[in-house]
C-alpha cells in the first residue's frame, strides 16, 4: 500500500509538472505567433498596399486579392493566440476574460451562457486566474460536445476568503463513476490550488461542476 501511495504522489507530481510545462509552451508559441507572425503579416500587408498603389490594371486586382488573403491569416492567426493564452487573462483579469470567453462561446455554439461574477475587480493571484479559466473553458467546451444543452450558467464569484465557481448546464447529464482525462485534469487543478472539486450529474438532469479554492491571505 506505502508502494500504491508512493507511485501516485509520483503520478500526481509528474501531472501537475506536465499541465505547467503545457501552460508555459502555450504561452512562448502565442507570444512567439503574435511578435513574429503577426507583425510580419502586418508588414506584408502594407507591402501589398504599397504594390496596388504603384500597379496598374490586374496588378492592382492581384495586389488586392494577396492583401484579402494576408487578412484572412492576420485573423486566424490572431484566433489562434487567443485560443492558446488570451492576453485579456494577463492583462485585465479573470473578470473580462470570462466575459470575453463566454462571449466567445455562444457565437461559436448558439449554446446561451448566463454569466455572473462577483468580487473579480481586484487581480487575483496568477495561477489561481489562469486555474479556474482552465477549468470553465474546459467544462464549457465538455457543454458544447456532450451535453445538449440550450443554455448553462458560469458563476464566479470571489470574496476575501475563497473563490466559487460553478458551471451548470440543463442537458442530458452523465453518470460520474470514474473520472476521464477531462475532468481528472480539472480535479488535479482544483486542487493543486489548495480547492475542492464536486461534479453533479445524472442522466437527464444536467451537469454542475463546482468548485471551491482557498485565496491567500494578505498580510497588512
Ligand atoms: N456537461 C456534460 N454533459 C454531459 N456529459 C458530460 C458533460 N461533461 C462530461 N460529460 C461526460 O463525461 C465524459 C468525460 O468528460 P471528459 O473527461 O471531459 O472527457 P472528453 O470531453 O474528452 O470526452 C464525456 O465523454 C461525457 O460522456
Ligand atoms: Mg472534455
Redesign the pocket.
Known sequence: RDCERRLRQEVQKYSVELRHAHETERHRVARELHDEVGQTLTALNYTLERMALHSSGTGIEIAKEASSLVADLTSRVGDLCLALRPHVLDDFGLGPALIWLTQRFEQQTGILVELLHDGLAKRLPREVELGVYRLIQ?ALT??A???GAKRCAVRCASSPENLVVSVR?Y????QVDR?????RGMDERVQELGGRLTIR?SPGQG?CIRAKIPLPIKAW
Open positions: 474546459e465538455n457543454i460536445r456532450h451535453a448546464d442537458g442530458v447529464g452523465f473520472l476521464s482525462s477531462g475532468l450529474s451537469t
